[in-house]
């Protein structure tokens, strides 16, 4: 039985913001933003928009795209770190606007930017445990990334949101079973109850990542089939490595590390420079999936599925046939290194929305960056040339409220 995901769909918020004006007012040099930590732009919310309008839109979108009857969707799974509510989950709002069947079960997960691919192996294993009965799942990963104006993460911040169905005909990426786990409790990134923004320690963050990563692709590597010939490695069995992306030097630091591993524990194999011949595996294997993250920044848990949805977006149709390899990172912290089968039939589904997504936002400058970043979430109207399916139209009686005012 293939399980996997059918098709993805994302939503990017309405507004964005270029690093190099960021770089300006923060008296930075730009090239330390676009070199140092790869990111060309931001995604930011406009008043109108939170966790719900993203994830709901991205929802909506993929139910429209796969023709779907809402009512064969039996499980609904939300990860995401930006909650709405202490008791009611992000996914009890998404379930009633996109007018779910009632016969679906309905929650939230939480772990850091871990959590999408919690979901996604949660539904998964729900989709093979029902055996031939037919079962779809909706798993969608949102969030918005917010660290306080002037510090070391406010360039790594970002927003979107990536949904996926996943059932028992994936046409997008059909899920290995072998996956290698890793998980520690560490204090690298952390947001107490009744704060917006995230705390985090920056270079530990870096090196926690980096060790589950050794961890989880160690694990990984162990139950791979067949066995690897005599200098034979796991670079040479994908086509291309997807990482978490806080920001998209990170990857460049995850797939050295990788590499590391991966070719030392390949007899045999000759490697005269590692770093040389790293970052040419780099230009091949990676950078291609990191384009549109680089205008996106940090969107926590849906990062990694954005980075895949934007790869089958431009390389679908070469990829039918080709295996990549996935990890997954979130703090605090529990990681996953899996694999997937691109299937020959990707081209159907590719269009992700990505490109799309991307052209139609507004640019703001960083006075409006930084009032955005100030104000309270009271909702509002849409802006001109809105994209998003719903909005956040304000709190009353103490209840979030939202309308629906696209496709
Ligand atoms: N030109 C080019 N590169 C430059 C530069 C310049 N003028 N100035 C600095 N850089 C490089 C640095 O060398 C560094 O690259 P390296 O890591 O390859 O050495 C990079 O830019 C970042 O500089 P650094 O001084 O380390 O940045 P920072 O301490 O201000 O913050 C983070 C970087 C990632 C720690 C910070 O953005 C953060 O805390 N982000 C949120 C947490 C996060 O995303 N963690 C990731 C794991 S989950």
Same mark, same amino acid.
């Given at each position: 039985?293939?399980?996997? %995901?059918?098709?993805?769909?994302? $939503? ?9 004006? +960021? /770089? ?12 140092? =930590?790869? +990111?060309?732009?931001?995604? =930011? ?21 796969? !023709? ?22 992000? /996914?009890?709002?998404? !379930?009633? +606007?996109?007018?779910?069947?009632? *016969? ?39 969030? %918005? ?36 786990? *890793?998980?520690? *409790? ?54 291309? +490595? ?101 299937? &020959? ?12 997504? =991307? ?9 409006? $960056?930084?009032?955005? /970043? ?28 939202? &309308?629906?005012?696209?496709?």
């Amino acid at each position: 039985m293939s399980v996997g %995901i059918e098709r993805l769909a994302v $939503y990017v918020p309405a507004y964005a913001l270029k690093l190099e004006d +960021l /770089a300006a007012a923060r008296g930075v040099a730009p090239e330390k933003y676009r070199d140092g =930590l790869g +990111l060309g732009e931001m995604a =930011l919310v406009p008043p109108c928009e939170d966790v719900v309008t993203l994830a709901a839109t991205a929802g909506a979108r993929l139910i429209g795209a796969a !023709h779907l009857d809402p009512a064969q969707i039996g499980m609904l799974l939300v990860a995401t770190e930006t909650p709405v509510d202490h008791a009611k989950p992000v /996914a009890s709002f998404v !379930h009633g +606007l996109l007018g779910l069947s009632s *016969h679906c079960r309905v929650w939230d997960l939480t772990h850091a930017c871990y959590a999408g691919t919690a979901a996604l192996m949660t539904a998964a294993d729900w989709v093979r445990a029902g055996g031939h009965r037919v079962r779809r799942a909706l798993v969608i990963a949102a969030d %918005i990334a917010r660290y306080p104006l002037g510090s070391p993460g406010e360039p790594t911040q970002g927003a979107g949101a990536v949904a996926m169905l996943v059932d028992a005909e994936p046409q997008a990426l059909i899920l290995s079973e072998d996956t290698g786990v *890793h998980a520690r *409790h560490v204090h690298d990134f952390w947001r107490p109850l009744g704060r917006r923004e995230a705390l985090v320690d920056g270079q530990y963050s870096i090196a926690c990542y980096l060790d589950a990563l050794t961890g989880a692709f160690t694990a990984f590597r162990a139950l791979e089939r067949p066995p690897f010939e005599p200098g034979e490695a796991f670079t040479d069995r994908v086509a291309h +490595l997807l990482y978490h992306s806080p920001f998209p030097k990170m990857a460049a630091k995850a797939h050295r590390r990788l590499v590391e591993i991966d070719w030392r524990a390949a007899p045999g194999r000759v490697v005269e420079d590692l770093d040389t011949a790293a970052a040419a595996s780099f230009r091949e294997l990676v950078a291609p999936g990191l384009e549109a993250i680089a205008r996106v920044g940090n969107c926590y848990t849906a990062s990694l599925y954005f980075c895949l949805a934007a790869l089958l977006e431009a390389q679908g149709r070469r990829l039918g046939g080709r295996r990549l390899g996935l990890f997954s990172y979130g703090s605090g912290s529990c990681a996953e290194f899996f694999s997937g089968l691109v299937p &020959a039939s990707v081209a159907a589904v590719s269009d992700a929305g990505v490109a799309a997504s =991307l052209a139609r936002r507004t640019y703001v400058d960083v006075a409006a $960056y930084e009032r955005l /970043a100030r104000a309270p979430e009271t909702g509002g109207d849409p802006p001109p040339g809105f994209a998003g399916a719903f909005i956040f139209e304000g709190v009353r009686g103490e209840q979030r409220r939202y &309308a629906r005012v696209g496709i």
